[in-house]
């Protein structure tokens, strides 16, 4: 909990996590509705005379594509430099809708520096990547869907950019990472089927399991199984038959052990979607599509 603090804004709240702590970012809670990116770019206080950064973000939907800045068209500042607090009515539908024009994908990278990324969420899992010797960063929306493809390794695969002939390399650039996973839905109130739960295990299963084959009641019952025995496991029993609650952002959690992430490169914020809706906004509980919005800028 240490490595989470609490930042206000002109009487506004939002969320920093201390190992991003080089990096202007930010979790901003539901006080912020309905500002947008590029409003929200100016809680960031750039200096006078400091290059105005892009800004960038996706369609989001439910996936595992990561796409770098070069393939996306920035979200540019308002150029009259307005207060955002100014405009906040006309910014309304845009927050509620997605331009035409966006991109659909789950996750954003920079390629320079001066480029801020952002997803939103509402119980999903906002996590926020940075690198400590290119000063690069990503941006990830994983909701359980993503989680079960693995769209947060997937971000860190283009960081790293691993294969078979850089092993040790790709070693090395793992231990500059540095990644915050925000407020999200905790396991405690997330219920999902069992077969929810072991799509997302069998991303970190130690054997290579097709979703096909949870189909097969055998192969569930075994994935269950051994999603309950494990350290740290992201699944606890629920009392409806053919339930359990999931607990997404241990998942991620664990994808990352899997790879080589160790857990002083992670933090997981102690903030529930669904249990403060005094901060938060969650699609679970209110069935509202409203959403806070997490982002980071690239040195």
């Keep these: 909990m240490s490595n989470w603090h609490w930042r206000d804004w002109n009487g506004l709240s939002y969320l920093t996590c201390s190992l991003l702590k080089d990096w202007p970012h930010g979790f901003f809670t539901r006080d912020f509705w309905p500002l947008t990116p590029e409003q929200l770019i100016d809680v960031w206080q750039h200096p006078v005379n400091s290059q105005v950064p ?39 539908s845009a927050a509620e809708t997605n331009p035409p024009d966006l991109k659909e994908a789950d996750g954003l990278r920079t390629e320079k520096a001066d480029q801020a990324v952002w997803v939103a969420s509402a119980d999903c899992s906002p996590v926020l990547i940075a690198d400590i010797t290119t000063g690069q960063v990503a941006a990830v929306h994983s909701g359980w869907r993503g989680t079960a493809k693995a ?83 992201p699944i606890f029993p629920d009392r409806e038959p053919g339930k359990v609650r999931l607990d997404v952002r241990q998942a991620i959690s664990l994808q990352l052990d899997k790879i080589g992430i160790t857990r002083q490169q992670i933090a997981i914020a102690p903030h529930c979607t669904y249990q403060t809706p005094e901060q938060f906004f969650s699609y679970r509980r209110d069935g509202l599509k409203k959403v806070q919005w997490s982002g980071i800028m690239s040195q």
């Design 151 to 233: 769209i947060v390794p997937e971000a860190i695969g283009q960081f790293i950019h691993l294969n078979p002939n850089e092993t040790h390399q790709g070693q090395n650039q793992l231990k500059n990472l540095r990644i915050a996973i925000g407020p999200a839905i905790a396991g405690e109130v997330y219920q999902v089927s069992q077969e929810v739960a072991a799509e997302v295990g069998i991303s970190i299963h130690p054997e290579n399991i097709n979703p096909e084959e949870l189909t097969e009641p055998e192969t569930l019952a075994s994935v269950l199984e051994w999603l309950k025995q494990i350290p740290g496991t």
């Design 54 to 92: 892009e800004v960038f973000r996706v369609k989001q939907v439910h996936g595992n594509t990561v796409l770098p800045t070069s393939q996306l068209t920035p979200i540019r500042q308002n150029s009259a430099g307005q207060n955002p607090e100014t405009n906040s009515t006309a910014s309304n």
